[in-house]
């Protein structure tokens, strides 16, 4: 194990966080927490492999586990909502009980923005864990495994974690963990550090009722005023007190169509109810036993998960074209081991705003379909499926004769590929596909 990878290890085994309590009065299946959803592998049965084949080679993209809220605006906006009613004695009683679990909460979450959990370190240790388990011929004793991670501490410690269970397994396996720009083309490809970065061809905009503001959409799928006033005497004043024009600059990211005054005032309550739900449906993937879940009825829940989906693929689809590195990267590195047959694994570290845009390359459980009304887009992108420490993995398999099949799993999970009938694609039949289904998102040289 090389220096860096002895120094991720230590700090993944040295750290871990107090929990403190303070619950709800209900909980929420985690469908609706969107891509708050933590890991869950169920228990996934495989298929068989063809007599003789036996596994070799693991390529696998993974994104870090669970996390606290990756911005402080989500902590600071639900503070400020809650502080300032107070201050103006605009509180309802159920108001007054959820500030105080607010207040109480506040100093603690803000201590750990951005940072992988617990919870995410132990999702990828088990990972590591059933990856070893499930294909060991592939980690024999001196097979290379090569890690490496977008520039997010999150990621990085999200692999260290993954490197020191799989280290375990088998402490004469050779093990490279590195972050690095060299790497950011597989790992985070927008990122402006990747040395590989070229102009991209912008993707055509959305027509009909897709261009909806998902903000807008949201006010459709939530009475974000029946909610406030729950909590607020004034809501008006309470809306006021966070709302404001700084919030329109982004709006051109989800809608080309300048809006209205009216529509603007809408939608910034809608950006201010979905800020609210992230905050509280993040909860479940951090150290504390804080809980939020009855901030929202079961149906608004449903709505709001709605609404993140549409805020997250109206952004995540502008990167389709440029995450076609990470899936270049992943058919190259199985290719230079099909030809070599060296054993071991390529892991990458990174962020749902490139997993999902590789699943959509390769299409994996549809999510690379084209949805044409606003309901579709709820198919092609299922939050449970990107949800923390997601992962896509490409197994390869060998017989002696020199054939070589693909097995591609999601989430621990067998998945088939649109270009095979068996979850055991032949090399020579994944490589055309990959090669055809990059090919659509051409790059501007």
Partial sequence: MNRFAKFLTSVVLA????????????????????????????SPVYTKAPRGYRPFYVSHYG??????????????????????????????????GLAERVFEAYPYLMQNVGLLSDKGREQHAGIAKRMYANFPEAFKDGAFVYAVSSNSMRSVMSMAAFGASLQACNPELHLKMEQSPA????????????????????LPDLTGELALNPFLYLCRKVDCDAIMRRWFID???????VCGPKWDQNMSQYQKTPLSDEQLQEARKGVLMWR?????????????????????????????????????????????????????????????????????????????????????????????????????????YVGSNICMAANLQ??????????????????????????????????????????????????LQ
């Avoid at 966080?17 to 169920?42: C, E, I, K, M």
């Avoid at 996390?67 to 103006?88: C, G, P, V």
């Avoid at 993140?308 to 590195?333: F, G, S, T």
């Fill in 183 to 202: 790497q950011l083309y597989c790992t985070m490809p927008r990122d402006k550090a990747n040395f590989k970065n070229v102009d991209r061809r912008p």
């Fill in 15 to 42: 750290l871990s966080v107090a929990g403190l309590s303070s619950a709800a009065d209900f909980t929420v299946p985690h469908q609706y927490r969107g891509l708050d959803y933590p890991y869950n592998p169920g």
């Fill in 235 to 241: 809501i008006d004043a309470a809306y006021a007190s």
């Fill in 394 to 443: 490409f197994i390869l398999y060998r017989n002696a004769k020199g054939g070589v099949l693909v097995k591609t799993l999601l989430n621990e999970q067998e998945v088939l590929l649109p270009c095979s009938d068996s979850v055991y694609c032949p090399w020579e039949v994944f490589e055309k596909y990959v090669q055809e289904r990059v090919g659509l998102f051409p790059v």
């Fill in 276 to 380: 609210l739900w992230v905050f509280a449906a993040g909860m479940v993937n951090q150290d504390f036993d804080f809980c939020f879940d009855d901030m929202f009825t079961l149906d608004e829940w449903k709505g709001l998960c709605k609404a993140d989906v549409q805020v997250a693929y109206k952004e995540h689809r502008n990167y389709l074209d440029n995450d076609c590195q990470v899936v270049m990267d992943i058919l190259e590195d199985c290719r230079g081991h099909v030809e070599s047959g060296a054993r071991g694994a390529k892991l990458r570290f990174g962020h749902d705003h490139v997993l999902w845009p590789v699943t959509a390359i390769f299409n994996i459980k549809g999510h690379g379909e084209t949805p044409h009304t606003l309901e579709d887009v709820n198919k092609v």
């Fill in 63 to 96: 994104r870090h586990g669970s996390r606290f809220a990756y911005s402080t605006l989500f902590y600071n906006q639900t503070y400020t909502l809650f502080h300032t009613a107070a201050e103006q004695g605009n509180l309802t009683p159920e108001g007054k």
